[in-house]
């Protein structure tokens, strides 16, 4: 993952306990309407049982559910997600995701991040008004998951992949390694286990910004699909794709989800009025032609967003001022809150991060000091100017 562009740090930064081995408890939600559930004990059995007194699990309504099994207390929320008619539907309502990436660091620990810096980072999202974190690009904490469990906000989980099969990132023959291909599908799998019982988890993802075009990605991308699909765990599975005009991988995807950065990589935004055009005219061709590549599944931007140094001002709204990061997102927004394909969008991204990449590649979210720029927050959790015009649109949906 050397060619990666966020900081990968090192060590145990989560904690290691010593236990003894327990069979793992899933719970799954067969019918959300009447309460009935199905547990299984790992290696041992199945069945099922229909809660009396249950309350929903919803971002509105985060309600916690516990039984007893084998002597031992198993949490999990009631919910169903489902993906149908090009749209989201949560526990049988039609879901809008409003959110954000966001990286695990902290500016003092690194990814060893404190739980009030997570408990911070939830707070500004429902400030914002948002429902939605996408767990940029690797397994989530779980002791993160439970706040986002009792907090009300849904996650995308994606298992650590980065631009595998792109020749920016080197690694044009993963595809075709039987190592590689192994563990991503162990640590998919593992991923999907661990996290089986938290409602806050609605999607599970891998690989981000592969190669889609290839015949060799497709075959690893079913085999992720089929991998998630098997544990019966009640989520959706989709990647964030940025292979647009050739995808070839989302054929068996619950979602279709893009990244896309128009006249910011490289960066030639131009004049407002024709910056303006050029995210109109990416967004729309993008939407319509996976809208016809796939026409029944929903579509979401998965990324888009640009750097804005904290305190950088100018009313010129010159690259890498506050003022053109508020510029920019507010084109965004005006483009997917008009269209009717969207049923999501996470801003790219929640707060500044510490990046790995020597040099800026025409990006200048990445200007100085090693930070990618392009948080709504910077790394001490400070406000840019656009998180108000985050909230007004948020606030329209």
């Known amino acids: ?86 749209k989201l539907w949560l526990n049988g309502k039609e879901l809008f995701l409003k959110g954000v990436n966001r990286h695990d660091q902290s500016p003092l620990g690194g990814a060893t991040v404190p739980e009030i810096e997570w408990v911070q980072d939830l707070q500004h999202l429902k400030d914002l008004g948002g429902n939605f974190i996408r767990g940029a690009h690797y397994q989530q904490a779980d002791r993160f998951l439970e706040l986002c469990d009792e907090m009300g906000v849904l996650v995308w989980e994606e298992s650590l992949g980065w631009g595998n099969g792109q020749d920016y990132t080197n690694t044009l023959g993963d595809f075709t390694d039987p190592e590689f291909r192994e563990q991503q599908i162990r640590q998919t799998r593992d991923m999907v286990r661990n996290s089986f019982n938290h409602p806050s988890v609605i999607i599970h993802a891998f690989l981000n910004e592969p190669g889609s075009w290839s015949k060799e990605c497709k075959s690893l991308i079913d085999e992720l699909i089929a991998t998630v699909k098997a544990e019966n765990s009640g989520k959706l599975v989709t990647f964030a794709c940025n292979i647009w005009e050739t995808d070839i991988c989302n054929e068996n995807t619950d979602i279709v989800a893009f990244n896309t950065y128009p006249g910011l990589i490289p960066c030639f935004p131009g004049e407002p009025d024709s910056f303006k055009r050029k995210v109109n005219d990416n967004l729309d061709t993008i939407i319509s032609t996976f809208r016809q590549r796939y026409p029944d599944k929903p579509i979401m931007v998965s990324e888009t967003g640009c750097g804005a140094v904290y305190g950088w001002h100018d009313e010129a709204a010159n690259v890498s001022t506050e003022e053109f990061q508020n510029e920019y997102l507010g084109y965004v927004f005006e483009n997917l809150w008009n269209n009717p394909d969207v049923i999501g969008y996470s801003i790219w991204q929640m707060n500044d991060n510490r990046t790995y990449s020597r040099n800026s590649e025409d990006q200048p979210a990445k200007t100085f000091m090693g930070m990618s720029h392009a948080g709504l927050y910077n790394c001490l959790r400070q406000p840019k100017k656009s998180v108000e015009t985050v909230r007004h649109y948020f606030s329209l949906k």
Do not use: H
Not at 79 to 84: D, M, V
């Open 1 to 86: 993952m050397r060619e990666c562009r966020f900081y990968l740090f090192g060590g145990f930064y989560r904690g290691v306990r010593i236990v003894e081995k327990e069979p793992k408890i899933f719970v799954r939600t067969l019918d959300y309407r009447t309460g009935l559930i199905e547990v299984e004990v790992e290696g041992d059995r199945k069945f099922r049982k229909t809660l009396k007194d249950f309350k929903l699990w919803s971002p509105e309504e985060p309600n916690m559910t516990t039984i007893e099994v084998d002597g031992r207390k198993v949490r999990f929320g009631v919910r169903q997600i489902e993906a149908r008619d090009r």
